[in-house]
């Protein structure tokens, strides 16, 4: 089930329908514990190195296509608990409480919907990295995988 989600969103970022922002320490937290924030610990297994090297190398090949931007200071200090997802005609905000607990919020009012799509679409280039930047910082996590 988890590969067809995967399969599934890879075709939609593949289709330029929407652009994902992420953190680096982020990223290093799924590299030490093989685990998605956005997915509660209940519905599956911490992932095993060569599960996370796969998706890594995904990853990259999306951050060299610019559908995956890992985000600068100040922006890489937003709070892990908090996902924002722009797809189509919906904003969905996700919220992980301290106890574990999520909280789902879906924005389809369109004048608030769009004030989101234009933040994001007119972010300035310069709170986020490079795509080449971004690919070679993924590509660094996966040489530490390798090592280990």
């Known amino acids: 089930m988890a590969d067809t989600l995967f399969n599934n969103n890879m075709q939609l970022i593949n289709d330029e329908k929407f652009i994902i922002y992420f953190t680096?320490?982020?990223?290093?937290?799924?590299?030490?514990?093989?685990?998605?924030?956005?997915?509660?610990?209940?519905?599956?297994?911490?992932?095993?190195?060569?599960?996370?090297?796969?998706?890594?190398?995904?990853?990259?090949?999306?951050?060299?296509?610019?559908?995956?931007?890992?985000?600068?200071?100040?922006?890489?200090?937003?709070?892990?608990n908090l996902r924002m997802c722009l797809c189509g005609n919906t904003c969905s905000l996700t919220y992980q409480t301290n106890s574990g607990d999520h909280m789902c919020f879906a924005i389809t009012e369109p004048f608030i919907l769009q004030i989101f799509q234009e933040f994001l679409t007119n972010m300035d280039p310069d709170v986020y990295y490079k795509p080449e930047e971004a690919e070679q910082i993924i590509y660094r996590m996966i040489e530490q995988l390798e090592a280990k």
């Open 24 to 80: 680096e320490y982020g990223m290093t937290r799924f590299l030490q514990e093989g685990l998605f924030e956005e997915i509660p610990q209940t519905f599956y297994h911490p992932l095993n190195i060569a599960q996370r090297i796969r998706i890594l190398r995904e990853i990259a090949q999306c951050c060299h296509n610019g559908s995956y931007r890992i985000l600068k200071k100040p922006l890489n200090h937003l709070s892990e």
